[in-house]
């Protein structure tokens, strides 16, 4: 048996899902001819209360096309010092949009309206960059895991209005924020311009993401989805897993959540843990003690067959999943209470 929780990516479709999958009705989507890829976008954008969705193959691609349709190039954009777009996109903001990156400096990922406020003030001349686009990720991923305050969001979309700003979500674990704080869809549709979610982390399905924004967003979403060569054709089988995902896999956040928690008070009680972060939702971000090497901790626990990241600067990472049953619950609080 292997413990995988490197990630909440790794999940494989369930019997149902791949039922549903299989029966898909499809065609070319490139022709917007893809029935089940249509209904996807329409039931998306209709949750977030948006004029339309787009179906991308990931959240990456999801995310880069709402840079690029939001600005120009040389144009500044505010996120986290922590945050995926920046971080772990490949340098895409640079690469695909000539775009350069403002970091804050916040806290687990999340930064405040004063702080949003303090880095867009100052000289507007033709020295400095024009301020386009601020990205928040709700829940943060390189944070642990951790939910925004949704009074602070209104109080930074106050911010962007003022400043002419697009206002975008990276929204790839937004479900797990959602299923925590008790907040809906269209809460948060009604505060971003684009909102991406992905579909293959925690709802467990195999492939796909979805941006969500105006009509006007979207036709140009669709136009930067083909030039970044993410138009795909009978891609109603995986908008099919999409759909049941949303269906039938949401609410179910909760048992990675609770089993996360319980992962972080085993944690917390060894006597080789230095630290475990706030656990909101299904991440758990924990630091060994110095006499250890958190290389050669992940090392120790892969000869058990489970399996952690490292997220840098000592972080240790496990994330909680669809397939992560109670049988390796069981078995991974025995391991991490019997180390050393
Ligand atoms: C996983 C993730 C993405 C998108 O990743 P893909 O692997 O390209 O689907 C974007 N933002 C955050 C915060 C993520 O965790």
């Known amino acids: ?17 791949l039922e549903v999958m299989m029966s898909a009705k499809v065609g070319d989507d490139v022709f917007n001819a893809d029935p089940t890829v249509n209904e996807l976008q329409e039931k998306v954008a209709k949750m977030f209360n ?8 990931s959240g990456t691609m ?3 096309a709402a840079i690029k349709l939001h600005t120009q190039p040389g144009d500044r954009m505010f996120c986290d010092k922590w945050a995926h777009v920046y971080n772990y996109e490949g340098g895409g903001a640079a690469f695909n949009s000539g775009v350069t990156s403002h970091l804050i400096d916040g806290d687990r990922g999340m930064f405040t309206a004063n702080q949003l406020k303090e880095a867009v003030s100052g000289r507007a001349d033709i020295h400095v960059p024009f301020n386009r686009l601020v990205c928040i990720e709700n829940t943060t991923n390189k944070g642990g895991g951790a939910c925004w305050n949704f009074e602070e969001l209104k109080k930074i979309q106050e911010v962007t209005q003022h400043n002419n700003l697009a206002y975008h979500l990276d929204g790839a674990r937004l479900f797990n924020a959602l ?18 979610i992905c579909l293959s982390k925690g709802l467990g399905a195999p492939v796909g ?3 969500v924004g105006s009509k006007q967003d979207m036709n140009k979403a669709l136009r930067v989805r083909k030039l970044f060569g993410g138009g795909m054709r009978q891609a109603g089988y995986l908008a099919a897993a999409g759909m049941y995902a949303l269906e039938n896999q949401v609410n179910r956040l909760e048992e990675d959540h609770k089993k996360a928690k319980e992962i972080g008070e085993v ?8 630290k475990v972060e706030p656990i909101e939702t299904n991440i758990v971000i924990f630091y060994v003690d110095d006499s250890i090497d958190p290389m050669e901790f992940i090392k120790k626990m892969e000869e058990k067959d489970i399996l952690l990241i490292s997220m840098g ?3 240790i990472r496990i994330v909680t999943h669809l397939d992560y049953t109670q049988p390796m619950h069981e078995k991974l609080l025995e391991e991490l209470r019997s180390f050393l």
């Open 313 to 315: 600067q000592g972080k």
């Open 50 to 57: 948006k004029e339309a969705a787009l179906f991308f193959p």
């Open 267 to 274: 944690l917390a009680s060894c006597s080789y843990v230095k």
């Open 62 to 64: 999801a995310n880069q």
């Open 179 to 196: 299923v925590a704080k008790q907040e809906t869809t269209q809460q948060y549709g009604d505060l971003f311009d684009t909102i991406s």
């Open 1 to 17: 048996m292997i413990i995988n929780l490197i990630s909440d990516t790794v999940t494989k479709p369930t019997p149902e899902m």
């Open 209 to 211: 993401s979805v941006l």
